[in-house]
């Protein structure tokens, strides 16, 4: 990394330590006067976005640990006291969560340029193969992240990802007892991830510094793939790179604030909204959109072993890529056959990715079984073959001469950034969202709400019957426990004075305390700090009491009930910020009752016909009809205008700092667009100098 | 190649202060979060609420330890050689001058209801022991009086009074 110290500190006391430790020397060596190819586009800042990306995930992420409990019991609830209590837990939690997809996504984008560029070839071969050990890192601390929420989809991802290792042959399922720490996923099991969880990380960071050592001893590798040849091939990292990376970062940082702030479900799944049941797998388990081109491989294989090595070997085939690729010859910009099967294999991967969110049936199996072909072919038999036969284009003399020749063509390289990252993060992303909740069921009708939209609010009024209509009948049957009587005072809220809410405790059921001097239990009425009461004592009793089937709790159900838009809706939802879904469902069903089922529907015993519940089987009894709760302002009281109601109180009681978190993204989204212009002017008046 | 930045700040480029400044106030806005997280959370904060305590059960010469905000709180019911103690003493030789009027309830000079954490370094003082008739802290050797006031020892102040009132007669409200 140091050669002789070229870095002469001018005050006494840093020469001293400079004599010492060099450190000064070695950060001015590595990041300031380090040269690197004056021809590096935007496609190159996504190094420096990474190294930012992988920060921002552990500070959250040792935020969050702070506030963390990761026990079965409690790890669920731990995570809604995050987003509810913490200050600004919300936004921690969403900045780590979607900071795991944005990771993801700058990760393709910068493995698809090395892709692109050669930039594994001879003398960067290791530099790659570090890069490669980093995503699998990568994608093990994700998987395990993911499982600590310990909803619906943790839990039967980690199930059905560990259970992965039992395809091995006389050790395998010897290898997933000792993952789980039990006879099945559990709390052992839960307890080990957080640990890995955290663990991981760090060695990420470890194997990211050898990455970095190894790409300075080399030097980057540029568009044109020829090596620098004189001082006018390059410019010192300090100011230009930095500069660039910085405008990159910025601009990053911009889009993940889109998600941060105003769609930060859309990248999630909303079974995880519903708490961990051993019992009961969803209709569909996906895995995070950026496992699914893996995922589509797996399951393209009818057999559990190959499988498994197929999805492996898609990841480690890249280990040998650079032998796999032997064309002297890097940047696919003066390889025609190369470059068009590139895009080949950009495509086959999306769809791979596409397919991944996809029921394994039918048609489906087929294209998988196709396309996990094209993507072995692409490494295995296009890479060897055209590294010998293809007739390749002259090569310029020098990057300077390059840089020359293409000053023209200038300025589009930003747009083309940000145009295709959005649309290839997008599509991947979307492409998760198909499988959805689309286990039977019509789609219900999209309603008006207060609160869609960047700007959106919830209506004080609207929430205040809303809470009426709850309180006289969904109490009933439903708990809601994660809501307290405090919480119907805050901003954002129904806005209930702290005198009213108070009464609402005192008149509730009240709650057990204890114990007393005399070591007994007792009951005391109902606080400002005490949650909404539940009609049961535990669930066995709510399920005794409804015919089977316990009434779910209601403080996160509009965001844990959602059904599929379908491509390319889910795309035009990203830019309109449509996250209604969870809403339209509850009001939907809560409407949807129809007397007569359809000709040759068999209804269960004691169950309802729904238009909108998946199944149309439902145990609840039609409970809103018109007039059963009388509103004192004045609004009708139709059954309709009660199911809006209810629901809307619903979504705030599911996101209760939602209108903060629209407004602090304002701020933020306002602030990084004028950071983003700022380091672009900078950027075009420093790089002037270099021209 | 490289420019050299001038050292000068009257010829430094006006859109480069701009940058570096938004970017320092983006910087420092950052931070903002990261530390407001650590304060107690809104349930925390809740649970903080005044509670109730019946004074009836505690005997003259006993006293209980009730827990508020996370905090012991002693309650002691005084003997009246006690409170001659606390309130004969001059508050000139007190290394922290408080009456013991200011510090208990007009009418029920029988109780003290302080914070029972030592102001040294936060050890709970035992109760009725030491040379005070009052607390004495086993970490670092601090003596209180039977008004909870220090008087011996490392601790620089008196043991803190909580809030509280007396709701009737033998039930007192702390916070
Ligand atoms: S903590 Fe009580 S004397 Fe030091």
Same mark, same amino acid.
């Given at each position: ?16 330590? @400079? ?123 994700? !998987? ?72 300075? =001893? ?277 806005? !209930? ?22 070591? @007994? ?17 535990? @669930? ?29 809706? !889910? ?8 996250? @209604? ?64 109601? =209810? ?45 | ?175």
């Amino acid at each position: 990394m140091s050669g002789p110290s070229t870095y002469q500190p001018q005050h006494k006391a840093l020469q001293w330590i @400079e004599q010492r430790l060099p450190v000064m020397n070695f950060v001015h060596s590595s990041f300031v006067a380090y040269p690197t190819p004056r021809n590096l586009n935007y496609w190159w800042t996504f190094g420096a976005i990474l190294a930012m990306m992988l920060a921002v995930q552990i500070i959250t992420g040792v935020v969050l640990a702070m506030h963390y409990t990761p026990h079965a019991d409690l790890a669920f609830d731990s995570i809604e006291a995050i987003v509810r209590d913490v200050n600004y837990g919300w936004m921690m939690r969403n900045i780590h969560a979607a900071g795991a997809s944005m990771f993801f996504i700058a990760v393709y984008v910068h493995m698809f340029r090395g892709l692109y560029y050669g930039s594994y070839k001879e003398p960067r071969e290791l530099l790659w193969i570090l890069g490669v050990i980093i995503y699998l890192l990568m994608m093990a601390t994700g !998987f395990m992240g993911y499982v600590l929420p310990w909803g619906q989809m943790s839990f039967w991802g980690a199930t059905v990802i560990t259970n992965l290792f039992s395809a091995i042959p006389l050790v395998g399922d010897s290898i997933v007892t000792l993952l789980w720490g039990g006879y099945s996923v559990g709390n052992p099991t839960l307890n080990r991830f957080f640990s890995l969880h955290y663990l991981l990380p760090f060695v990420i960071v470890g194997v990211v510094v050898l990455h970095i050592w190894a790409m300075h =001893v080399t030097g980057q590798n540029n568009p044109t793939g020829v090596e620098p040849k004189t001082e006018k091939d390059t410019v010192p990292f300090t100011p230009y790179a930095t500069l660039k990376d910085l405008v990159g970062m910025s601009a990053f940082l911009l889009f993940f604030s889109w998600f941060i702030f105003y769609m930060p479900n859309y990248l999630g799944e909303a079974d995880n909204y519903i708490p961990a049941n051993p019992g009961v797998t969803p209709p569909h388990i996906v895995p995070e959109w950026y496992y699914l081109p893996f995922y589509a491989i797996l399951r393209a294989i009818p057999n559990k072993l190959l499988g498994v090595v197929a999805m492996f070997g898609a990841i480690l085939v890249l280990l040998f890529l650079p032998w796999l690729d032997s064309c002297k010859v890097r940047s696919s910009r003066y390889r025609p056959l190369a470059k068009r099967f590139f895009w080949a294999f950009v495509a086959v991967c999306l769809l791979l990715g596409w397919l991944g969110a996809k029921p394994a049936e039918g048609v489906y199996t087929v294209m998988s079984q196709v396309l996990t072909a094209c993507y072995f072919a692409y490494f295995l038999v296009v890479l060897p073959v055209l590294s010998r036969k293809e007739k390749t284009l002259p090569l310029p003399n020098s990057i300077a001469d390059d840089v020359l020749a293409s000053s023209s063509s200038k300025g589009k390289s930003l747009a083309s950034v940000a145009v295709i990252a959005a649309l290839a993060g997008t599509l991947v992303v979307g492409a998760s969202q198909d499988a959805k909740a689309s286990a039977g069921g019509n789609v219900p009708p999209s309603l008006e709400w207060s609160f869609a939209g960047p700007f959106g609010t919830f209506d004080r009024a609207q929430l205040q019957r809303g809470y009426k209509v709850y309180k006289e009948v969904c109490s009933a049957c439903h708990s809601m426990k994660y809501v307290h009587y405090r919480n119907l005072t805050e901003p954002g809220g129904p806005g !209930f004075t702290v005198e009213q809410a108070k009464a609402f405790a005192a008149e509730a059921a009240p709650i057990k305390d204890g114990p007393n001097d005399s070591g @007994e239990m007792f009951d005391r009425p109902r606080r400002l700090a005490d949650p909404f009461p539940s009609p049961y004592p535990n @669930e066995a009793a709510a399920r005794f009491s409804n015919g089977g089937a316990a009434p779910p709790d209601l403080s996160v159900i509009t965001k844990a009930r959602s059904y599929e838009r379908g491509f390319p809706q !889910f795309l035009i939802d990203l830019v309109t910020q449509f996250q @209604e879904q969870g809403p339209n469902y509850v009001a939907g069903v809560l409407r949807g009752y129809e007397d007569t089922p359809p000709e040759g529907f068999v209804l269960p015993d004691g169950a309802y016909y729904n238009k909108y519940y998946p199944g149309h089987a439902i145990k609840m009894p039609q409970m809103l009809m018109d007039g059963v709760v009388t509103y004192d302002d004045g609004t009708p009281n139709t059954a309709d205008q009660l199911a809006k109601d =209810v629901t809307a109180f619903l979504m705030w009681a599911a996101e209760p700092h939602m209108e903060a978190r629209k407004r602090l993204g304002l701020q933020v989204m306002i602030f990084l667009a004028l950071l983003t212009g700022l380091l672009y002017f900078t950027k075009r008046r420093v790089w002037a100098n270099a021209h | 190649m490289t420019t050299e930045v001038s050292t000068e700040p009257t010829r430094r480029d006006f859109l480069y202060i701009a940058t570096g400044a938004v970017a320092a106030v983006g910087a420092a806005a950052v931070v903002w979060p990261l530390v407001s997280q650590m304060n107690p959370d809104a349930s925390t904060i809740a649970a903080g609420a005044p509670i109730e305590v019946d004074l009836g059960p505690v005997a003259e010469g006993q006293e209980i330890k009730v827990f508020w905000r996370g905090k012991p709180i002693y309650i002691m019911h005084r003997s009246a050689q006690q409170i001659e103690e606390a309130r004969t003493v001059s508050l000139s030789s007190l290394p922290d001058p408080q009456s013991d009027q200011d510090r208990t309830k007009e009418g029920h000079e029988q109780w003290l209801v302080v914070v029972g954490i030592c102001t040294h370094l936060g050890c709970i003082p035992m109760a009725r022991q030491g040379n005070y008739n009052g607390f004495f802290c086993p970490c670092h050797g601090s003596q209180y009086d039977s008004s909870g006031r220090i008087r011996q020892g490392p601790a620089p102040a008196n043991l803190p009074v909580p809030p509280y009132q007396f709701v009737s007669a033998s039930k007192i409200q702390i916070g």
